[in-house]
């Protein structure tokens, strides 16, 4: 038996038109209905768009690894994405990806060694800091100390730059507005609402903040930008600022490296962020399995720094993060498209249809799993199909991040862990909101009283 963390009531039958757009304007979490976590696949009609949901394990795996050349990532995820990224590698396709792709993995080969386990460990350190300046027994709002201290640990990986804490909080702000807003926007779309309302209804207000995030990731490249020769840090940045592009034996663009380090912001702090907030109330609820982690924690290493050992050797924390990521992934669903007419189970999709695979529904999948909404970490105890389970992605678009996520994630947990013990405040309920993100409109309110 596991305990059951909240998640939104699904609504016994599909909703209609209007309350579909009401809904979905929220957070696509509030449209999804009974039927949608039992079948394979299913189709959503729109005035502007026709989408095909794929739950179904070997079609999964057509689209993301077999035939993933016919499958490649939506038009409109680009064109939503696009005020902040740029034209960069989470949504880009073929030759473009190809050639980004191949930029950045070097860049992430680094991530396994130590100076970048050092940083982390740092930033770490800072938000234990942070935690130690509340009186004892504080009812503290954990989301916003979990974002920053993932945007911070992006901010020393990839620019060897702490985040301050004034900054932090306007980059941090505006991209919540730009999260919301996106999401609306793509509502507004599917409903053919006309660009001049769009622009009245909050694309204006989502443009701007885009323009707040790049500008302050842009006030912090430029002048290595600028001055790349003398460029002596070992971070991300500096190997994006010596690449040399093959083909036109040129270096990137300023434009060109701000878009990759804005993506790398975005993919990397906000999922981060998103999966701690979630692991944190899951062992808030769950007290038995925190104490179980935090036992292995203190058997590990009880008041030292934490190696990079240390942390490999979690291997009941790791299962604890891997639950959390399947009852909450972050990104709950994959946005593609049909490349040509084709057909997927016995639905005829057009050329051009969207294709969704969420793994919101697939981790929890009556078919796929014994107690689906239940948290237990033991399931990972067991090797998991991939096609059941795919919190970081799967085939070839595969999450970059995932070695440099995971290592974060237990470095973070096992500090808070080894001196706090954490309680849900009496009565609080997270309200599940599906944006770009899987996140909780109203934070994560957690007591956390110091171990003696
Ligand atoms: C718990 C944390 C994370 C989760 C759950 C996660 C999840 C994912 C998923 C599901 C995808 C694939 C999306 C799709 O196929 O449509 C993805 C792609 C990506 N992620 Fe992550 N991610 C995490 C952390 C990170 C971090 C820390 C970084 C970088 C510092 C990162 C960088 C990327 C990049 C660059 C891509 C695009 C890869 C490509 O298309 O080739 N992610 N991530």
Known sequence: MGVCPFHPKPHNNKA?????????????LDGLYVKSYKMRSGRVKMPGFDLFVVNDPNEVRKIMIDNVKEFPKSDLLHELLKPLLGVSIFTTNGEVWKKQRELLRPSFEMTRISKVFDLMSS???????????????SIIEVDEHMTFVTADVIFRTIMSAKLDEEKGKEILHAFVTFQEETARTAIRKFFCVPQWLSNILGENKRMKAGEIIRQNLSNIIKPRYDNYANDTHCDILSSLLHTIDADSNQRFSFEEILDQV????????????????????CLSLDQD????????????????????????????????????????????????????DTKIRDK????????????????????????????????????????????FGLGERICI?????????????????????L?????????????LTVRSANGMMIKMTRRQ
């Open 289 to 340: 399995a925190q104490q179980k982690a935090y036992n292995e924690v203190i058997s590990i290493n009880k008041d030292g720094k934490f190696s990079i050992s240390d942390i490999k050797n979690m291997r009941y924390l790791t299962n604890v993060f891997k639950e959390a990521l399947r009852l909450y992934p972050p990104v709950g669903f994959f946005a593609r498209q049909s490349k040509n």
């Open 423 to 435: 309680e849900l405040k009496d009565g609080f309920i997270p309200d599940v909101v599906g944006r």
């Open 262 to 281: 804005s993506m790398l912001f975005l993919a990397g702090h906000e999922t981060t962020a998103s999966s701690l907030t979630w692991t944190l109330y």
């Open 16 to 28: 209609g038109l209007i309350t579909t757009f009401l809904l979905k304007r929220r957070s696509w």
């Open 123 to 137: 930033a770490a350190a800072d938000m234990m800091d942070r935690f130690r300046k509340y009186e004892d027994g």
């Open 401 to 421: 991040g995932q070695g440099f996520a995971m290592q974060e994630a237990i470095i973070i947990l096992a500090n808070i862990l080894r001196e706090f013990k």
């Open 348 to 391: 005829v999709l057009k050329k051009g249809s969207g294709v969704v695979v969420a793994p919101w529904l697939i981790h929890r999948h009556e078919d796929f799993w014994d107690a689906p909404h239940e948290f237990r970490p033991d399931r990972h105890n067991d090797d998991i199909p991939k096609e059941k389970y795919m919190p």
